[in-house]
């Protein structure tokens, strides 16, 4: 069974720094793009990253671009999001997605729960 | 980047009658259009593939149609279980586009 399950949310103060995690397991996480998304509250879904299953070729948006890094550790089966300056318009749900096939371009078939971040001082 | 804009923005239906949403992308995304449900307080689930493909587990009634610049997501007789917001998503660009979303409710 794939599980995605995601840590490390919390309350942070405007301008400091944040780094999520995303422990994957039940699929073979070296071969598959994974994505991080958001939802602030009562909003919609914002993608926020990409990256390629070795770790080289990483997308972002604008809006966060230059301020978050997505990485990942493929021994450890673990994706990452490390968020700095962070703003009160980055308070949001934070999921991690999975890729449904092994290249890009492809939707999310697996989410996780989701992790809260709140961006206020 | 490529504009996804759904319609109608919400939407109030009795169980059993059927519903179309509505998706338009700014520019041609080919048919790289993906729907997904979301229940209040849930992640996300992937509903439709590639603007028409049906996934594993999702009921018949949901179906998808389109290519191009304009998508629709088709569910035949509503249950009182799809109240829910709808979004659509394109994976032709590698910058990742939702929609805004389309809210349901089952009266």
């Known amino acids: 069974e794939v599980q995605l399950v995601e840590t490390g949310g919390g309350s942070v103060q405007p301008g400091r720094s944040l780094k999520l995690s995303c422990v994957a397991s039940g699929f073979t996480f070296s071969s598959y793009w994974m994505y991080w998304i958001r939802q602030a509250p009562g909003k919609g879904l914002e993608w926020i990253s990409s990256i390629n299953t070795d770790g080289v070729g990483t997308y972002y948006p604008d809006s966060v671009k230059g301020r978050f890094t997505i990485s990942r550790d493929n021994a450890e089966n673990t994706l990452y999001l490390q968020m700095n300056s962070l703003r009160s318009e980055d308070t949001a749900t934070y999921y991690c997605?999975?890729?449904?096939?092994?290249?890009?371009?492809?939707?999310?078939?697996?989410w996780g729960q989701g992790v809260m971040v709140t961006v206020s001082s | 980047n490529i504009v996804l804009t759904q319609s109608p923005a919400a939407l109030s239906v009795t169980p059993g009658e059927s519903v179309s949403l509505s998706c338009r992308a700014s520019?041609?995304?080919?048919?790289?259009i993906h729907w997904f449900q979301q229940k209040s307080n849930e992640s996300p689930r992937l509903l439709i593939k590639y603007a028409s493909q049906s996934i594993s587990g999702i009921p018949s009634r949901f179906s998808g149609s389109g290519s191009g610049t304009d998508f629709i997501l088709s569910i035949n007789r509503v249950e009182s279980e799809d109240s829910s917001i709808y979004y659509c998503q394109q994976s032709h660009s590698s910058l990742l586009t939702f929609g805004s979303g389309t809210k349901l409710e089952i009266k």
């Open positions: 997605a999975k890729g449904l096939y092994y290249f890009s371009g492809v939707p999310f078939d697996y």
């Open positions: 520019q041609s995304v080919g048919t790289s």
